[in-house]
């Protein structure tokens, strides 16, 4: 899904120096994601899974790219993925 995720949010021809970070978030603080980036009108997409057992579930969200100040104040509090 994180594939999926930072594919669907990317507009093509980044940088070569374009880093993506991978972030741990439960479903709740996914869709609390979701719905503040929207609110603000932030670029993002969302992944939804089709298939069972995770049917119709927001599994990953990808924000379009931008600078670290601009996209921390939305992720701070999620944990870096290692």
């Known amino acids: 899904m994180i594939v ?15 880093h993506a970070v991978v972030l741990s978030a439960d479903t709740v603080g996914l869709s609390a994601l979701s719905a503040r980036l929207t609110s603000e009108s932030v670029p993002h997409s969302t992944v939804i899974e089709n298939d069972p ?3 119709n ?4 969200i990808g924000i379009a790219p931008d600078s670290k100040e601009a996209i921390y104040p939305y992720v701070r509090k999620f944990k870096l993925l290692k």
């Open 57 to 60: 579930q927001l599994l990953a």
């Open 4 to 18: 999926h995720a930072a594919g669907e949010s990317s507009p093509g021809e980044l940088p070569a120096d374009t």
């Open 53 to 55: 057992p995770y049917t």
